[in-house]
């Protein structure tokens, strides 16, 4: 590996004459320290979330574009060898790809860390398929007996809607009685929301989807950056060395927490030049 403090910019800002210079970024002592340490290990993966991670919250998410400089940041690391950034958004891949504009090197993952380039995730097995069957058909009949809700059908879950229905109690009766049959089952993974409960028979998590990047690129650490509940579990499936890096407030199984997106841009920047 070539130590940090040998490499040479030039190259760096022939390919990107544009590039902002790096935000003077104020960074704890601690995180300076294992950026340092992530500059220097030979195999990296940066995992970022996209939305209040990269890009600010708009009214509109279609127009959700990525704060400046971001991506030119991530596009830096993504250049150099050895090195994997990956977005890791809830927002379905084709939506991720429209909004932030990143092209490949940059790897995309998509729906919680399910949906990757070629496809969801590996195909279910005759188990999986069995319990997806059972729990489509479940849902279903509760939907038969709740005028207004709704199935809706992915290649790893069932979804119940009941948003919909107008009545609240029946309302609160299909959710409860999705809760207490299908989403009882064994093996299946349950996300509930205000009006809506996802049961899936894969688990789909951000968590998941760094395992397998970093299984992928055999990396001896992995960076994952996120502001939100469901980054949660990204945190909480790093190993010892990993580095989590939350933005914003809010309790966090992260080691490290940054202000705000331009903070986040600016450890971006301040990690490709020390890895450069
Ligand atoms: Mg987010």
């Given amino acids: 590996m070539t130590p940090a403090d040998d ?35 030979p195999t990296l ?13 708009v009214d509109d998410p279609t127009l959700a574009v990525p704060a400046p400089g971001a991506i030119d940041a991530l596009d830096r690391l993504a250049g150099l060898p050895r090195t994997t950034v990956a977005l890791l ?10 909004v932030s504009g990143a092209v490949a090197p940059l790897v995309l993952v998509g729906s919680h860390g399910s949906e ?20 489509g058909s479940e849902l279903s009949e509760i939907v038969s007996r709740t005028p207004g809700a709704h199935v809706e059908h992915k290649p790893t879950a069932a979804v119940l809607h009941v948003r919909p229905v107008e ?16 989403a009882a089952l064994d093996g299946v993974f349950v996300t509930e929301g205000k009006n809506v409960v996802e049961i899936a ?9 760094i395992e397998r990047l970093v299984e992928q690129t055999g990396a ?32 966090t199984l992260a080691t490290h927490r940054v202000a705000d997106i331009p903070a986040v841009v600016g450890l971006l920047s301040r990690l490709a030049e020390l890895r450069g």
């Fill in 7 to 41: 490499a040479t910019p030039d190259g760096r800002s022939a390919l990107h004459p544009d590039a902002d210079p790096p935000a003077a970024v104020d960074l704890s002592p601690e995180l300076a320290d294992a950026l340092g340490r992530a500059a220097r290990t």
């Fill in 45 to 57: 993966v940066i995992a970022c979330d996209y939305d209040g991670t990269l890009a600010p919250f």
């Fill in 89 to 98: 958004s809830g927002r379905n891949r084709e939506a991720l790809a429209r």
């Fill in 116 to 135: 990757w380039e070629g496809g969801f995730d590996t195909p279910l097995d005759d188990d999986e398929l069995a319990r997806l069957d059972r729990v």
């Fill in 167 to 182: 009545d609240p109690a029946l309302r609160q009766r299909a959710m409860a009685e999705a809760m207490a049959r299908p």
């Fill in 201 to 209: 028979v894969r688990e789909a998590s951000k968590g998941a989807a």
């Fill in 220 to 251: 001896e650490i992995a960076i994952f950056i996120g502001d939100d509940v469901t980054d949660e579990r990204g945190f909480a499936r790093l190993r010892d060395g990993d580095i989590g890096i939350k933005v914003g407030d809010g309790r």
